[in-house]
């Protein structure tokens, strides 16, 4: 059995990330989405309505699980004996410290661990969650960037926080 782990912030989930999702799932026989909560960053939403869009979006989806973890990515992969690190690829800028933390995971786990990484849909280049952020917090239109559920729980953060 192939098991990879998709981890990230997805503070929210982009088209971008959910393309990197589904192109994943049928490469692997398992994938996990590990949603990552680290109390030194702040998030826009909290772990557990993250937990809960990365659910919902691929609940038809038989072999992708959702899961949280603090701390370091390469603890997990060890405890779980999991060897793959998905990772997406966009412009050159993600590239340097993508390369850094392919490298560093390789060496911690005594090079068990690797990194695949997928080139993002060109359609998807330019997409970022802080992109989408700035552009709801401003009352922007995100449809066609992120699945509805997301542009809907977006609508909503925004408002709540104006009012
Ligand atoms: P992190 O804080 O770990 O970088 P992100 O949620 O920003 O978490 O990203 C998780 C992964 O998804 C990263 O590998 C990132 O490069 C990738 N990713 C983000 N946006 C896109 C996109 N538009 N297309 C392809 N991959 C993406």
């Known amino acids: 059995m192939k098991n990879a782990v998709y981890p990230g912030s997805f503070d929210p989930i982009t088209n971008g990330h959910y393309d990197i999702i589904m192109r994943s799932s049928n490469l692997f026989d398992n994938l996990i989405i590990l949603i990552s ?29 959702v899961m949280e973890h603090q701390g370091l990515l ?17 412009a050159v800028s993600d590239f340097e ?8 995971n390789r060496w911690m786990s005594e090079r068990k661990v690797d990194t ?3 080139m993002t849909d060109e359609k998807y280049f330019y997409l970022s969650s802080s ?11 995100v449809s066609g960037m992120v699945p509805d559920l997301v542009s809907k729980m ?3 953060k925004y408002n709540q926080e104006s009012q």
């Not at 030194?40 to 992708?64: G, H, P, S």
């Not at 410290?97 to 560093?104: G, Q, V």
């Open 131 to 141: 992109l989408i952020k700035q552009i709801s917090s401003l009352n922007g239109d």
């Open 154 to 156: 977006l609508k909503e």
């Open 37 to 65: 909560n680290n109390p030194a960053k702040k998030y826009l939403f909290n772990v557990e309505q993250r937990v809960y869009i990365a659910k919902e979006l691929t609940k038809d989806l038989k072999n992708v699980k």
């Open 116 to 118: 695949v990484f997928l």
């Open 74 to 90: 390469i603890d997990f992969l060890v405890e779980n004996e999991i060897y793959y690190i998905i990772r997406g690829l966009r």
């Open 97 to 104: 410290y993508e390369f850094e933390m392919a490298l560093a």
